[in-house]
Every structure is written in structure tokens, then in C-alpha cells.
């Protein structure tokens, strides 16, 4: 008796929207919704942001480098004083 009711339920999500949409999915197969386009101007993207995230890293530690060098360059100077304790 209750695989009638599976049945009916199974005849009703399949004459709704959802497995109209469903059905049209596994006839085009799995790349003709435009998912496989998608994915890769996706993974693009990622890419490129990547990309650019390490050039501005390795900017920063350039600066960085720069600033430890300076800071270095006036303390053997005598233009900074050593570091003491704050009060």
C-alpha cells in the first residue's frame, strides 16, 4: 500500500516545474547548462586575483625591507637613539 502513495508523489514532483527542469537536465547532460563556461571565467578570475595579491605582497616586503634598512642605517648613524625602556 505504500508504494501507491510513492507513486502518486513520484508523478507529482515529476508534472511540477522542479522535475520538468529535472528531466530537461538529464536529457542535455551535465555541460549544457552552461556550468563548465562558468566554472572556468570563474577559476579565471581566482586566478588573476591571486595574481595580484602576491605582487602586492611582495611589494610590501620590499617596503618593509626598505624600512629595516633605513631604520638600521640611522641607528649605526647615531641619528636614533637605542631603545630604552618607556615609561
Request: no cysteine.
Amino acid at each position: 500500500m505504500e508504494w501507491i502513495f510513492m507513486a502518486i508523489a513520484l508523478v507529482i514532483v515529476a508534472k511540477s516545474p522542479l522535475g520538468t527542469a529535472m528531466a530537461e537536465r538529464i536529457r542535455q547532460g551535465p555541460q549544457a547548462a552552461g556550468g563548465g563556461a562558468r566554472f572556468e571565467e570563474f577559476a579565471a578570475q581566482i586566478t588573476e586575483d591571486h595574481r595580484l595579491l602576491r605582487e602586492e605582497v611582495a611589494e610590501l616586503a620590499e617596503r618593509v625591507d626598505f624600512a629595516e634598512r633605513t631604520l638600521t642605517a640611522m641607528r649605526r648613524s647615531g641619528a636614533l637613539p637605542d631603545g630604552g625602556s618607556r615609561t
